[in-house]
Structures are given as C-alpha cells and as structure tokens.
C-alpha cells in the first residue's frame, strides 16, 4: 500500500498547562479528502501546525508522505500546503510578487504558468499587480490559497479556508479544491461549517480538547451517531400506540419518529391513516453531520481539566 | 512547466532586499540625510579646535566615521525590523513554512542587512565628496571594514528581532545598545583625545574597530592597526554568527 499522506502517532504538545496535543494519532490516506473538526481550542490548528514545522510536538511523530516533520523537514515540507487560519500577508509585495518568491523560497524556477493559472483560477487574475495592502479579506485569503499551492504540494491543509468568504467564491474555492483532489491530491480542511464538511469529506476525524474522540468515514459516523427521522404535525389526537415507541414530541408539537429508510416512512404514515389520525405537515430529515458533531462533543469522555487554547 | 529545484535562499534575499529597496525613500535617503545634517553641523561647530590626524582636516576625519556609523545603524534596523514586522503582523509563517535551513534564513538576512548598509554608506560618502574632498579609499580594506562592521550590526539585528515581541522592546534594543555603542564608537573624535579611562573603554567596543579601520581605508592612518581591528571585528562576527545560528535552530520564539 502506497505511503499515508499524513501519519500522526501519539503526538503531544503541552503549552503550560494546556495540553494541546494530548496523544493525537491519525492516518489520512492518500488521495483522500479528510475533514478535522472540534470546537475552537481542540487542537486543530496545533495539529496542523505541527505538521507544518511551526509547533514543534513535546513527543511522538508526524510524517507527511513518509517523510518526518522533524528530521526530514525539508522534504516534509515540500509535500505540503498549508493555508494557515489567520489572514496574514506582507504589506510591501504586490500579489503576483508574494507568489513568485513563495515560489523561490522553495527553490523553484520557471513557476510562472503555474502562477498564472492560479490566479485564473483562484479569480484573482484582474488583482495581480496589486499590492496586497488593497485587497479585501476574501482576495488575501485566496491569496493564502494560493501561497500554500505554489510548489503543488501533494497534500494540502486548509485551516478554515472559507470563514469570511462570501458563498460565490467559496463555490469557487470548492471546485477548485475538488479538482485538485480528483487530480490525486490529498486533502485535509478543518471548518466550522460542517454542512461543507459532510458534503465534500469521506473521512472525518473529531477533536476535543487535544484528542481525537471519533474517527471514520462519514457514511459510518453518519450511520452510527445520527438518524433519518420522520417528523409529522398531526390535527387531532396523538400518536398510534405502534408508532409511540422511540417518538417524542417537542414543544411546538412535532412529533418525531425515527426510520431506517423509506419503507419505515411508508409503513408509519400507514399506521397514522388507520389511527385516524390527520397529519397536518410533514418532512424527512436526513442525517446530519452536526447532530454527530453535537453527540460526540457531548459525550463526557474528554480528558478532565484540559483546557482549551 | 519547467521546474528546477535548489535552495530557497536567493528568493529570501530578493525579498529582504526589495523589502528596503521598494521604500528607499526611507530607508536610504533619509539616512543619509541624517549623516550630511550631521556633518555640516558638527564640521562647522568644531573644525577650528580639532584636527584628528596629522594633514587630517575635521571634516574630512568626520566623513568615514559617518558613513560608518549609517551602515552600522542601517545594517540593525534591516534585520530586526524585518523580523519583527514578520513576526506582528504574522506573514512570517509563509517563511517558517518554505524548506528553508536555519542557514538559508541567517544568510539572507545578513546579506540583506549589509546590502543596505552599503547603499546607505556609499550613499553618504558620494553626497558629500563634492563638499568634502576625501582621498581615493583602499578598496580593500574599505569593503572588509564595511563587511564586518555591517555583519555584526546585522547578526544583532536578527537577534534583536526574534528576541523583541513588541516595537518598543527593539526600540529599547536600539537605544540602549546600538545608539550609544555606535556614538561611542569614535565618529566623531579620535579615540587617543580621550582621557585614559574613556580610552580603555572604547577599545572593548567593538564597534569602534569597524570605524577605525573603515577610517584607515581612507587615510592610511587610525588608532589601532588595521589587522588588528579587522580581526577583532571578523571575531565578533563570526561570534555572533554562531550564537544567531543557534538562537536559528533552536527554533527560539519563532518555532513554539
């Protein structure tokens, strides 16, 4: 089997007393697209500055495409793209300028048909001779976007690429993302917007205060902490005793059944007709990864007295 | 696409260059604005009490200690400003994240440092040649005292600007420090005028070698033979070299 793009074993990092990193193993797969979420202050960005040689780990290891963060960062850092949290960038250099000497700092020639194509698609074509002082927050980040893909890194990180920018460039930003990924790069993004996250990952892995607390596909998390469920309004009287197992009612007066799949939706609204009971509204909800979010986050398991940076 | 991969250093030094090139106007111009204001003043004021060196007039003596004491102060604010702007407003990342060795980063500061210590320092001396007729310099020694005077300027500013988490700490840096070791440092007067203590104490700074020396390039004469300042100067350098290096590997406030 072909090298993981990203192997973390057993990695720490204490700040203080905080544990950032709290004994974080993972494995993200070549050519995967991988989600890492938690709440602010799990660990997230320690991980993934870790994997970039900013945070150096107390104890364990971190290897990106079998080569170690540590004693082998050069080659480490070749192989990724990191596009870091916090809009930064440098006051003095035009866009175009701030891309060819991320392109020189890793020793790279001739990168310019690689740059302009970036900038095409990256919508920024219009703005490179810009200086970055006089671009909006969505142009830098984008910006950022394209720093941390300059030399084509085969696994790029992406630390919430999308707070603060607005739906149509984030439909772009996806796309192209995907793209990337469909050419064979890997892909690891932390968001908060889980309904992205859902959408584009098949693997998912939570962190909570410096530890990873569930790891799997998304279809499995999905399945496993979450549930199609039948919501229905009723007219008059209340649920058939049949369906009464398992249902519960909120204020607003859904009540709200649990399926499996469509034929349980079937048999249910089968069982209210012969109650004589009028359903008044109706939905499905599917499955979603912000219930998952909000079980695993709730469930007491997190180390005590970590806290959160 | 052609791609040829080699180290990342030369695009670092690009950048640390244009960086003070892109705003010279501040950066060089006004600088050595500061050294002529200084000497019109200080060669008006004083040029009837002293001569220096024997066939030495004052103004002349005055020239290189100044374009000296530019470069040196120059040479600090390069490195240390770059970092420490680097580090507030965050885009340091984007260097920390390239593939570049501790050496790659210690390098291309320093030569970036100095480049801009020779702007400034032969920006001094050509604006004042046609005030102040100077003798043809050595080149030789010219460029060694220029490099090592600068260097070492350079080293602490790298230092300076990892150590310093906020403005007013490399302000301290500066005035604390750099400021007074550069004025210190024999510009303005020969070090054999000043009483025997005040003597003694120049000779432990080694900022005064770098002028001495650079001086001699120019008149054939100084306080101190010029191998010997050339060697105290390339020591501290190569000293403060190796200590930046470190500080560089260790990762210290750059790598948490």
Redesign the interface.
């Known amino acids: 089997m072909a090298v993981p793009a990203v192997e973390v074993r057993d990695a720490a990092k204490r700040?203080g007393a905080v544990r950032a990193l709290d004994g974080v193993s993972l494995t993200v797969e070549q050519g995967e697209f991988f989600a890492l979420l938690g709440p602010n202050g799990a660990g997230k960005t320690t991980l993934i500055?870790a994997l970039?040689?900013?945070?150096?780990p107390d104890s364990g290891s971190l290897r990106v495409m079998g080569r170690d963060v540590g004693a082998d960062?050069?080659?480490a850092?070749?192989q990724?793209g990191?596009v870091?949290q916090?809009v930064?960038?440098?006051?003095?250099?035009t866009v175009r300028?701030t891309l060819?000497?991320?392109?020189?700092?890793?020793?790279?020639?001739?990168?310019r048909?690689?740059i302009d194509e970036l900038l095409e698609r990256l919508a920024l074509a219009g703005k490179a001779g810009a200086n970055m002082r006089a671009l909006s927050g969505g142009m830098k980040r984008r910006v950022m976007v394209a720093?941390a893909l300059v030399h084509r890194p085969p696994v790029i990180v992406l630390d919430e690429p999308t707070a603060g920018v607005d739906v149509e460039l984030r439909q772009t930003l996806w796309q192209f993302i995907r793209e990337l990924n469909a050419a064979g790069h890997t892909i690891v993004l932390t968001t908060h917007y889980l309904e992205e996250a859902q959408a584009l990952c098949s693997r998912i892995a939570m962190m909570k205060a410096g530890r990873v607390v569930a790891l799997g596909s998304t279809e499995r998390l999905l399945a496993d902490f979450s549930e199609r469920v039948l919501r229905v309004k009723l007219e008059n009287g209340g649920l058939p005793p049949a369906l009464a197992d398992g249902a519960t009612r909120d204020a607003a007066g859904w009540h709200r059944i649990p399926v499996e799949n469509a034929a349980q939706v079937e048999s249910a609204l089968a069982r209210l007709r012969e109650s004589g009971a009028r359903v008044s509204h109706l939905e499905v909800a599917e499955p979603e990864l912000e219930e998952v979010f909000v079980r695993i986050m709730g469930r007491g398991d997190a180390p005590a007295g970590a806290a959160v940076r | 696409?052609?791609?040829?991969?080699?180290?990342?250093f030369?695009?670092?030094l690009?950048?640390e260059v244009?960086?003070f090139w892109?705003?010279s106007f501040q950066t060089v111009a006004a600088p050595v604005l500061s050294a002529i204001l200084f000497l019109v003043i200080f060669s008006h004021a004083l040029a009837r009490h002293v001569e220096a060196f024997p066939g030495v007039g004052y103004a002349q003596f005055l020239v290189p200690g100044l374009a000296m004491m530019s470069m040196l102060q120059n040479a600090f604010a390069n490195a240390s400003s770059s970092l420490i702007q680097?580090k507030i407003?965050?885009?340091v990342?984007?260097?920390?994240?390239?593939?570049?060795?501790p050496v790659d980063l210690f390098a291309a500061y320093l030569l970036a440092a100095i480049a801009r210590a020779i702007v400034v320092g032969a920006g001094v001396i050509l604006a004042v040649a046609w005030i102040v007729p100077l003798p043809f310099p050595n080149l030789l020694w010219l460029a060694a005292f220029a490099f090592a005077g600068a260097g070492i300027l350079a080293a602490l500013g790298i230092v300076a600007g990892i150590w310093a988490e906020k403005f007013d700490q490399l302000a301290a840096f500066q005035n604390f420090l750099v400021m007074p070791l550069t004025f210190l440092a024999g510009v303005f007067y020969s070090v054999d005028t000043l009483p025997p203590f005040w003597q003694a104490a120049s000779h432990l700074n080694p900022f005064f070698y770098a002028i001495d020396g650079f001086r001699y390039a120019f008149f054939g004469q100084s306080d101190v033979p010029p191998w010997t300042s050339l060697a105290i100067a390339s020591a501290t350098l190569c000293a403060l070299s190796w200590m930046t290096l470190r500080l560089l590997r260790s990762?210290y406030k750059l790598?948490?």
């Open positions: 700040f500055s970039g040689g900013l945070v150096r960062y050069r080659d850092r070749r990724l990191i870091p916090e930064v960038f440098d006051p003095f250099f300028e060819e000497l991320q392109a020189g700092y890793f020793g790279l020639r001739g990168s048909p690689w720093q | 696409m052609r791609r040829m991969v080699t180290g990342g030369p695009a670092l690009r950048k244009l960086r892109k705003v680097s407003t965050g885009n990342v984007f260097i920390l994240l390239a593939p570049l060795t990762g790598r948490h």
